[in-house]
Nanobody
């Protein structure tokens, strides 16, 4: 069973909005900290945003602060969203959802479980 499944990717014009969703197959995966990462063509994967399940403390990369919002679903602790507003062409890439069982932040090496990714393309 795939632990994490992303959805909501697609094509959008610059300054538009998109909401990505990540569904955890079990609460075990989403119970501590969830993160979103992205990989642009020809570049390394980088951290975008992360959130603690308890207390909902969030972390953002400087490149998306004020534009992206990470959140848990208000009713389901197994669903995490990435609301992407005022998108830019440089936001294009494959977006991955990930879960970690201790600590929280944008260090991808600390994440234990990964989804398969969803593609986001922003046109100018």
């Amino acid at each position: 069973q795939v632990p994490l499944v992303e959805s909501g990717g697609g094509s959008v014009q610059a300054l538009g909005s998109l909401r990505l969703s990540c569904q955890a197959s079990e609460y075990m995966y989403s119970r501590h900290c969830m993160g979103w990462f992205r990989q642009a063509p020809g570049k390394e994967r980088e951290g975008v945003a992360a959130i603690y399940q308890v207390g909902r403390r969030t972390f953002y990369d400087d490149s998306v602060k004020g534009r992206f919002t990470i959140s848990y679903d208000k009713d389901k602790n197994t669903v995490v969203y990435l609301q992407m507003d005022s998108v830019k062409p440089e936001d294009t890439g494959t977006y991955y959802c990930a879960a970690r069982l201790s600590g929280c932040g944008l260090d991808q090496s600390q994440y234990n479980y990964w989804g398969q990714g969803t593609q986001v393309t922003v046109s100018s």
